[in-house]
């Protein structure tokens, strides 16, 4: 049976990641420090091929012990930090658990590799679109090879992970593979990001923040169709390169609000004048369009499933029904404004 290694797999996207691979017969080792956002009641301990070992990355030696005990195919590298706002607030918590987390897990497999021989192993680094900065002046859509210019401390931190695996790529033969995701949605994400925060608002009967004017225009993808494309790179995608995965549907955040508004009104009698949006701050530095070319990816053969609309009523769907069973009554009281993205 495949082994693959998952860090960070109580995240949103690393959980949704590791029932597909389940689903799909892989044996997964689930490292997490665990913090405020893991989803620590997603996985049943006794979950067939599944294993939990709680691990702050930083320490390397226990990442080395890890490799050397479970002998994986790959390591899908998704632990970080990823609230923008909050890395405003603290850039080193990102910087520490960015990059040089991702240092001392690189080492710890540079190590492990040099006494397991294996030259179909993959370290995949999980990126974002971010690193590539604004594209609103772009006339073509950002692609693998475009440098990197962030805007955020986060994506900063993320760009450096990515610049460092690029460099042991070059330097050590490292088998590296960076992915850079637009933005993802579905069930399981946290309670702080943009739509949660909107489902939630419109759920508690508050107003619906939104950053500026709200025409910030993101690319949106269902989060089971990212998890998709990961697989098509653990099994085609080649050590070196880099990936970019996107759908190909913009939407502005005030289209995201009203498309959750009117599906509230229709399917839960909602009245659309109880919670209104409320335009606040906008964020420093914040970036007004993120657009990939996704073409190198869909080279490999995966291709967009999902529907944005259908999938995001889905997304509503969830949140209504399981919103107080996955997150704790202290982040549902969104006291904090959410990731407004």
């Known amino acids: 049976m495949k082994k693959v290694i998952v860090t960070g797999g109580l995240g949103f996207i690393g959980s949704n990641f590791i029932n597909l691979l389940l689903n799909r017969g892989y044996f997964v080792i689930n490292v997490d420090k665990v913090s405020y956002s893991s989803n620590t009641n997603i996985f049943n301990k006794k979950t067939k091929n599944y294993v939990f070992i709680k691990n702050n990355l930083f320490n390397s030696d226990k990442n080395f012990r890890i490799l050397k005990k479970f002998k994986p195919i790959a390591i899908f590298n998704f632990a970080a930090e990823s609230h923008v706002d909050r890395s405003i607030d603290d850039p080193d918590i990102f910087v520490e658990n960015n990059f040089l987390s991702t240092l001392k897990l690189v080492e710890a497999t540079r190590k492990y ?34 440098p990197y210019q962030p805007s955020s401390p986060y994506a900063s931190s993320k760009a450096s992970g990515d610049l460092l695996i690029k460099s042991y790529v070059k330097t050590f033969k490292f088998p590296g593979i960076i ?145 107080l069973k996955f997150f704790s009554k202290k982040s549902l009281n969104l006291k904090r404004l959410g990731n407004l993205k």
């Open 113 to 146: 590799l040099k006494i397991k021989k294996n030259k179909k192993f993959k370290f995949i680094q999980i990126s974002t679109d971010e690193v590539y900065g604004d594209s609103i002046n772009k006339k073509i859509k950002t692609k693998e090879n475009d």
């Open 179 to 323: 992915t850079n995701s637009c933005n993802n949605f579905g069930k399981f994400q946290n309670v702080e990001k943009f739509i949660p925060t909107v489902i939630l608002s419109i759920l508690k009967k508050r107003n619906i923040p939104i950053y500026g004017n709200g025409l910030q225009k993101r690319e949106w993808i269902f989060v089971e169709d990212h998890c998709e494309a990961l697989i098509y790179i653990l099994k085609k995608g080649k050590a070196g390169e880099s990936y970019n995965i996107g759908s190909g549907v913009v939407k502005s955040n005030l289209e995201v609000v009203n498309k959750i508004k009117n599906y509230f009104s229709k399917k839960y009698f909602y009245n659309k004048k109880i919670s209104k949006i409320k335009k606040v701050i906008d964020r420093p530095g914040h970036d007004r369009l993120y657009n990939l070319n996704s073409t190198k990816i869909k080279s490999l053969g995966w291709k967009i499933k999902s529907n944005f609309d259908n999938k995001l009523k889905c997304t509503v769907d969830w949140y209504v029904n399981n919103a």
